[in-house]
C-alpha cells in the first residue's frame, strides 16, 4: 500500500493527502482489493474535478479538504453513508468504518492528522510512512464513522 509521502505523490497529497489515502486503504481493506497509488491520484484528480475534494473552507492554501466522504468511496469502488462526527469513545458497529482524528501541539500550532481505525480507536493504517508523529505522540481528538451499505 501506498502512502501520502511516498515517492511520486503530488505536493497537495503529501502535506494533506492523509484522509484521502485512508480512505484508499478502508476501501482496500473491506473490497479486499489493493488500489495501486496511479489509480489513487486519478481518484484525486476525479474527486477535485467534482467538488468531492477541495481548497480547506476554514484554511486558504491548504488543499486535499474532504468535502464529500461519500463520492471519495464511490469513485473508489465503495458505496458507503458518512454518520459524520462522533467522539473518540464511539465504538463502531460491524458495518461501519473509522476513521481516527489525531491533534498535536509542536510548540507553536496545533497539527492534525487522520489515520484509519480498527473500530475500536486503533489505528490499522496510517497514510504517513512509516507512522506519524502527530498519531504517535497526539492526543486522539474525534472519529468520523462511514457506515458501508453491502459489506
Given amino acids: 500500500m501506498f502512502h501520502q509521502n511516498s515517492i511520486g505523490m503530488p505536493e497537495r497529497v503529501h502535506k494533506w493527502g492523509c484522509y484521502t489515502a485512508d480512505i484508499a486503504a478502508a476501501t482496500a481493506a473491506v473490497t479486499k482489493k489493493e488500489i495501486t497509488q496511479s489509480e489513487f491520484l486519478y481518484v484525486v484528480t476525479e474527486a ?3 467538488g468531492a475534494l477541495v481548497e480547506d473552507p476554514n484554511v486558504p492554501g491548504e488543499f486535499m479538504y474532504v468535502w464529500d466522504v461519500e463520492k471519495i468511496f464511490h469513485l473508489m469502488g465503495l458505496e458507503v453513508i458518512y454518520l459524520g462526527h462522533r467522539n473518540k469513545y464511539y465504538l463502531c458497529q460491524a458495518d461501519e468504518i473509522e476513521m481516527l482524528h489525531w491533534r498535536r501541539y509542536n510548540g507553536s500550532k496545533y497539527i492534525y492528522h487522520f ?8 489505528t490499522i493504517y496510517d497514510s504517513w510512512a512509516p507512522f ?16 458501508v451499505k453491502h459489506w
Avoid: H
Avoid at 489515520?115 to 486503533?122: L, Q
Avoid at 502527530?134 to 468520523?144: V, W
Fill in 132 to 147: 506519524s508523529i502527530t498519531a504517535r505522540e497526539g492526543e486522539l481528538k474525534s472519529k468520523r464513522i462511514i457506515k
Fill in 48 to 50: 477535485e474535478k467534482q
Fill in 115 to 122: 489515520t484509519f481505525g480498527d473500530g475500536r480507536g486503533k
